[in-house]
């Protein structure tokens, strides 16, 4: 965060950088860039799983932050409106990869996989057996639809209305995909500490079906 | 032709458009008949309408999203948001959500969700009527119907593509974006922003702090007296800007307009030009005491000053 | 049926009608039944646990600082594009151009000299060669065109954003409702007659700021009606 400080003592507020930006001031893009970067970085990785992407949607986002920041009219708050422009950029790259599990369209519930739980099972919670790593571990190898709506509610605090505006699918549906995003990842954290333990040898018993 | 021919003529009124008395009747019962042709479209698909009511706290967030259809949001005076909607088709249904999910929510959103986009513009309408708390804050985005937004407090943000937005008695931030639609603020008693490419802006009895307006080539009209210390820009590039002021409006003008006229009832300062380009001027006046600020900006419209009686 | 048979299929009911008011009770909707079989049941116990030790840890992750070459990379982009302006403008840019204390001395010292030989020059040479500035009496001549945009009357950048836009919503335009669409285009339309009027003036008098400062608004509100129209994902 030192360096966020040293941006904000030595420049000004975003609405000034911004200002400056709209006439083409490097140092004002190299102030919003360095204000913002984690930010949008982290969103990026979080909602593709992958370094490389991640690294090259940061860049487009920027890219396409710098060339369009002459429109911000400043009726939302800039962090908003970036917010947004970033989300945006990594749907778009999701969707042309032809990922279709990203589209959260209306499905026959009664086609849909019920989500598994296993009755009678290992009875540890997980508390105290994951952290940090493990979890963002998880949460990168989550399906993209999954991905997308847990990041954007648990991690980035967009409400489902929101969600639903941004993926194109209704409040239920984005209600629907978050609880199997989230009994997903669970299923791997649990997997994963299983595997991980080789002082104990513990049977699952079968799931119910 | 023979005399008893043109005497009949000269009777004949001229209303009828020269046709015969019978063809003249048939022309109006069939143009009275044209008239009850919408609604009997309107009417032939049927309207089913719902409510819901959620309990609020005092100063709820209302969000809404919708296509088609006109949009009434209505103060009153209970901790309470009351719906009410139309729709004309099992393909058009309305999601609403509350957060928190128990207890007086602080949030209400609604959005109208189309499963068929071949759908008719009919079939797509959606009629909204909300009854809400004075103090809520709103978020309408409503892409081809008026919006109606009546005693409201809270700050408003209101969009529409196509469609008009009328603000009346809001005493909150305002902020009203229309590409074609046209704008009205009657008696807005706190800051106003409003955009329109299209469409015209227009004020009335105006008492907040400050109001900003900009439009393309819609006219932007300002009626009713200046707040003492008040803000007012206005912005236009080939429309028309007309203020109708009280004799007694005090206020700083600056001015300018690239390739307009400019016209005043108000005595204003000395002109100075500050463009090549013939006609332009700018002006920097101010008429008895300044108290308001008041900035005129057009590219190719006309500015006129008025003072009314 | 055997007395075990049908408490086991009773707990599973319970544990079933668990699952299915689960994902409710986690978006905060009233299911007392949850709290209620968590109690009794160990098993959902552990699934209620685990699902908000998730749900939480999910919310404050810490940030992760990216590689440093990403500012390079987006810094040579927006040169090429022409967003960055080249020059500096005023005092800065020459401090820069000298680079140290040293470059400023002998900055100063050229300065001075320069200063002194233009202000003899002024004095010496005849009146009427002394070009006036060509303006009609009574009219103070338009302020210059700011430094680094001498030969452009928009920033570059925002034209090439709008001209992208533009591209992007044409394509997009066909699956727009018709009525949607004509808005949209009603209001292109407007603003592209502005644009146009503007430029006019521009091209006849290119030191005029206001001209050009109307046409930059309007590409700027031109793009954000693009944008308006291109995030419109309404049916």
Redesign the interface.
Known sequence: MSSDKKVTTKAASDSQLIARAQKGDEEAFASLFEAHKRRVYSLCLRMTGNVAEAEDLTQEAFLQLFRKIGTFRGESAFSTWLHRLVVNVVLMHLRKKGLQQVSLDETDPTLEEPVKRDYGDDDRRLIGSIDRITLARAIGKLPPGYRAVFVLHDMEGYEHNEIAGILNCSVGNSKSQLHKARMKLREALRAGRSEGETEENRETTPSVG | MGKEDKTVLKRTPKCLLGMTPTKFNALQLGAVGLLFVPLAITYAADLVKQEKTFDTTANPHI?L?N??GRVIVRAWDRQQVHVVYGTYSPQVNV?M?Q????GAAE?V?L?T???D?KAS?TE?TVFYTLDVPAGSSLEIRN??GRIDIEKISGDA?LDS??GAISVTDASGHV?ANS??GDIHLTRPAGKV?AYS??GGIHFVGATGPSMRAQT??GRIIYEGDLVSGGDYSFRN??GDIDLYLPASASFELNK?T??GKFSSDFPTGRS??????PG?HTFLGSNISSTATVRLSS??GDVHIHRQP | MSELDMSTNAARAACAQFDADLPAFLEGEDRPFVARHAAECEFCAVVLGDLELIRSESQDFPLVEPPARLWTNIRASLEAEGIILEQKQGLMGWLDWFGHAGGIRFALQFGTAACLLLIGLILLLPTGVRKMHPVTAGVEPASPAPLGSANAAVNAGLVKSVSDMEASYREYAKSLDPMVQQSFQRGLQSLDDSIRECQNVVDQYPNDAEAREYLTSAYQQKAAVLMTALEYNGR
């Not at chain 2, 100075?272 to 380009?277: D, V």
């Open positions: 969000g999203s296509m088609i999601d959500d957060l928190p999910q128990r949030k959103h959005t969700r189309i499963s986009v513009a797509k892409t081809e943000f593509t196509g902020v590409i074609e922003e490419v299209c393309t080539s590039y080939r300018s690239v390739r100075q030009a500050t463009h090549p380009y332009a590219y190719s």
